[in-house]
Structure formats: C-alpha cells, structure tokens
C-alpha cells in the first residue's frame, strides 16, 4: 500500500536517494564512489588548489621575467649609483657607516615592497577587466585559500627581487652588505616578509577596489611611492623637524625599511638599542593580521567581483 500511495512527483526523488544510495555503496565493489549530494568532498585546506594556484602566478610572473624580477633590481640599483655618486662623496657616514651602505639595505626592501604590491595588484584587476575573474572565483577555493595563494606568490616575487637586487649591490664596489649576526638576520628575515606581505595584502585589496589600470596606477603612483620615498629610505628621519619625525613614524614603510636595515647595520633610527626593533616587528605582525582580516572580509562578501 506505501508503494501504491506515493505520488508520481515523490518517485524522482526517491529515485535520486537510492541512486545517491548506491554510489556511496559503491555496488558490488562495496568501495565508497562519490559521497552523498550537498555534502563537501573537499574538506580542510584544498592543498592542491593552493598549491595550483600559487603556481599559476608564480608562472606568470616568471614567464615575463626581465620585467618582474630584473628590470627593477636594475633600476633599483641605478638609485644607489646616482645617490652615492651625487651624496656620497667625502666619505660621508650615516650610523657608522659609509652612506652608500646605509642606503642599500633600503633600497632592497622598498624594491621588494613595490613588486609585491604590483604582483598582487594585477591578479583580480586584469581579471575583472578581460572578463577571466571566473577563473579564480569558479574553483573550489575558499576565500582565505584564494587570498593565500595570491599574496604568497607576491611574496615570492619580492623575495626573488631583494635576492636578485642583493646579488646586484655585492656586485656594486661602492657598497657592502653585512649581516649583524643572527639577530640580524632574523631581523631581516621577518621585516622582508612582513613587507612583502604587507603590500601584497593592500594590492590585492587594491585590486579589488579598482575598476580599471587607472586606479591601480593611481594607488601606485599617490600611495605607495610616496610613503616608500619618504620613509627613511635616503636618509635619518633624526634630520627632521619634529613635525615630520611624527608624521614619519605614523608611516608602516618607515619600521619596515628602518628594521631591515637594523639586521645589517645593527643600528637603526626606530630608537636606540634592539627593544624598539622588536617591538616594531610585533606592531607590523599585528597592523598585517588586520590587513588580511580586512582583506579576506572583502573576498567574503564578492564586494566588486560578483554580481
């Protein structure tokens, strides 16, 4: 009788049940097929989308690489020749030592920030403007597996740009690179990463935000190249009128430069001693978490990117 009353629009449901039913049992095989409708198969971190996608910009970089790694070590390093050439003479010294010394380690890590922020920049923005912004959205992919391997693979350029901009300056006569023991180089470890990450967050966020290559060049241009240039890099932020010495401690690149320079120098001008370093690497920690919490809040709610 339970046969007989069900209705013809209860059949192809009950239908699909024992077809769900059956895959899972896997028939006579009595192996697990695919697992029940509406429930996840992917559970966890989607390591090989992750890692698929990091790979995906990590080759896109690499295939135009005269343009992403090289070109800006090169012209990166024309700063130092022109600063040490037109500053430099009479053996001028800034913290103990030679001027040209003092101002590579800066340039280094803003070259790196700059990259970083350009690498993440484009991701969301080429495509939104190609119409190809489904490719990144389709994909099983969280949106904190989605933020990872974008800003991991900005990072990868930075990195792959201070390496190249390094070798360049080891290379350079009128400069020396030397580490400060190994509180130096943990300082330069972390405050390299923290700015590399730092600026691959706020491009991707960026990238977000802007409708077309305009607002990106716009960021780049009223943004993140003034912050850089004016962030200690050329010079001691103790050279300036207290105004500005207020102003320039307000700025994150300033603490990043400023601490990436103490793991060659040992010194920096963030404050006298290691405390206010470390302290400086604790605050940039803590400004980088609100920037991928505020970031990863965006790519939840699809703000520019879905309909």
């Known amino acids: 009788m339970a046969d007989q009353a069900q209705t013809p629009q209860s059949r192809p449901a009950a239908l699909a049940a024992d077809t769900d039913a059956a895959f899972v049992q896997g028939g006579d ?21 992750l890692w698929s996608l ?69 991701s969301f923005l080429s495509g939104k403007i190609q119409g190809t912004i489904i490719d990144l959205l389709m994909p099983p992919l969280s949106e904190g597996e989605l933020m990872a391997g974008i800003v991991l ?61 305009d607002h990106n060049a716009a960021i780049t241009t009223l943004v993140v190249a003034p912050l850089a240039l004016l962030s200690g890099t050329f010079y001691l932020i103790d050279n300036l009128a207290p105004l500005f010495q207020t102003i320039s401690r307000l700025n994150p690149f300033f603490y990043v430069i400023s601490g990436f320079r103490f793991g060659f120098l040992g010194a920096s001008d963030i404050g006298p001693g290691t405390m206010p370093v470390v302290w400086a690497g604790i ?18 709610s699809g703000w520019k990117i879905k309909a």
């Open 153 to 213: 693979a900005a990072m990868t350029r930075a990195v792959a740009v201070g390496a190249a901009l390094a070798l360049a300056i080891a290379l350079y006569p009128g400069a020396a690179l030397h580490l400060a023991g190994w509180v130096g180089a943990l300082a330069i470890v972390w405050f390299g990463l923290m700015g590399a990450a730092m600026l691959s967050l706020f491009g991707l966020i960026t990238s977000l935000w802007a409708e077309k290559f």
């Open 29 to 49: 095989a009595g192996r697990t097929r695919f697992a029940p409708r509406g429930q996840p198969v992917i559970t966890g971190i989607n390591r090989i989308g």
């Open 283 to 300: 605050g940039l920690g803590a400004f980088n978490l609100a920037l991928a919490v505020i970031c990863y809040k965006l790519l939840k």
């Open 54 to 122: 990091y790979i995906k910009e990590v080759r896109r970089f690499l295939k135009v690489q005269t343009q992403t790694i090289w070109g800006p070590a090169v012209s990166t390093v024309l700063f130092l020749v022109i600063f040490d050439v037109a500053l430099g003479r009479g053996d001028r010294s800034v913290l103990g030592v030679p001027f040209a010394d003092f101002i590579a380690p800066g340039l280094i890590v803003m070259a790196m920030m700059q990259n970083a922020f350009a690498n993440s920049s484009f």
